[in-house]
């Protein structure tokens, strides 16, 4: 079977084992059972087809990637740094695929909101604060933090024109913003710690793929190079918190038998892991998250905020921020490339992936036929945006510390 030489976002080829490339234009789909056209979750994904037609383009032959899951898990995100958003500021960002202006009030409440004017559809990334509303560059109507639109300039405002407002609770320096059916909200247990740093990476990837990392045991040895792993407890899930507990012992320079830390981990859904880390032979204490937000279809942000307590303060909460990066850079070069398989080929020493994934079904909409659904947002992207992975990725460095401007 050869296809055309038109990117072919909207089909599928259920079964497809390799494609190959047959010519300048063309290439071959090897092993479909079934052609499959429009949006759609089965079977070979758009994701495949889109790195087929990039080896296409670079005229090698290569084995398509199977489905992720769906890009967009319902669950509490990143979109900021409060230390990044000033009263008055206003930022265009795009968060699960939507365009969307982040702005903090006057009086200092973060707001994330739909970026076009339900007026007339201008750009709200033009506009601007006033006092504890938002104005549009169009046609100066203004919106309040609930959305409804508060003032003319020339005459009533229209009753119609609502602000599509999403919900945002800001905590320990992070915006968070929730996404799909949401029946819980992430618990801010931090009292009085210095400020947390952050670090920011953009990357192909998945928060699910992020998550599944806490409980991938056989990597923190190989690829983190951690030794004596011991758990001191059990992956737990209730409900959409998942915790667990390790000690490790890390290799450090100028200290022979390295150092003991322990890790306390809870995640909340797939967008918020907390870690916190207890180092007792420095006499330190850290908390840390580990925030994985979808940007658009297969790019993510992954945010690393952190803060810490014990002697030399600042030099330690920096030298652990460089530490932790260098970590997540060993990760992230795993996860840009890897494939998503759904059936992993697992041994008893893995760690509970199997439980993990279990737990992440809960925080997709499952139709009656208990498969994913596709979203709103999600098929928009399926038929717009069209990432291409390797091309349409970008990579911010070893972890950039996050600064005002366009997401
Ligand atoms: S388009 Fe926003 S006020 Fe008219
Ligand atoms: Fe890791």
Redesign the pocket.
């Known amino acids: 079977m050869a296809a055309s030489s038109t990117r072919p976002q909207l089909n599928s080829y259920v079964g497809a084992t390799e494609y190959r490339i047959v010519g300048a234009t063309e290439y071959r789909i090897v092993g479909a059972t079934e052609y499959r056209s429009g949006p759609s979750t089965l079977g070979i994904c758009r994701d495949t087809l889109c790195i087929c037609y990039e080896a296409r383009r670079e005229g090698r032959s290569v084995k398509p990637r199977t489905p992720t899951p769906p890009p967009y898990p319902s669950g509490w995100y990143c979109v900021g740094i409060s230390n990044s958003l000033r009263s008055g500021q206003h930022r265009a960002i795009t968060f699960m695929g939507e365009e969307l202006v982040l702005y903090r009030t006057k009086s200092g409440q973060a707001c994330l909101a739909d970026a076009f ?1 339900p ?4 750009h ?1 990334g033009d506009g601007k604060v006033v006092g504890d509303e938002f104005r ?6 203004t919106f309040n933090v609930g959305g409804q639109c508060a003032a003319s300039p020339y005459g009533k405002p229209p009753q119609a024109a609502r602000l599509h407002m999403f919900e945002v609770i800001e905590e320990n320096g992070l915006i968070l913003a929730g996404h799909g059916d949401l029946t819980w909200k992430p618990r801010f247990p931090l009292g009085s710690w210095p400020e947390v740093t952050t670090r920011r990476w953009r990357f192909r990837g998945h928060p699910q793929e992020v998550t599944e990392n806490s409980v991938d045991l056989a990597h923190l040895s190989v690829l983190h190079r951690f030794a004596d792993l011991r758990v001191l407890n059990e992956v737990e899930t209730v409900g959409p918190a998942l915790t667990a507990a390790y000690s490790i012992r890390r290799r450090i320079p100028l200290m022979r038998n390295g150092v003991y830390a322990e890790f306390r981990i809870r995640a909340e859904g797939l967008g918020y892991s907390e870690v916190e880390i207890t180092l007792p032979e420095l006499g330190i204490e850290v908390r840390q998250w580990i925030l994985p937000t979808p940007v658009r279809d297969e790019v993510i942000d992954l945010r690393l905020a952190l803060t810490l307590r014990g002697p030399l303060r600042s030099i330690a909460q920096r030298a652990v921020v460089l530490s932790v990066a260098h970590e997540i850079n060993r990760d992230i070069a795993i996860w840009q490339r890897k494939h998503y398989l759904p059936r992993p080929a697992l041994s008893k020493d893995d760690g509970p992936i199997g439980k993990y994934r279990a737990w992440t079904r809960q925080f997709y909409q499952t139709g009656a036929n208990g498969r994913c659904e596709v979203t709103t947002a999600e098929r928009r992207a399926h038929t717009e945006v069209g990432a291409v992975p390797g091309r349409d990725v970008v990579q911010i460095g070893a972890g950039d510390i996050e600064s005002v401007g366009p997401v």
Do not use: S, T, V, Y
């Open positions: 004017c007026h007339l559809g201008a709200l549009c560059p169009f046609h100066g109507l």
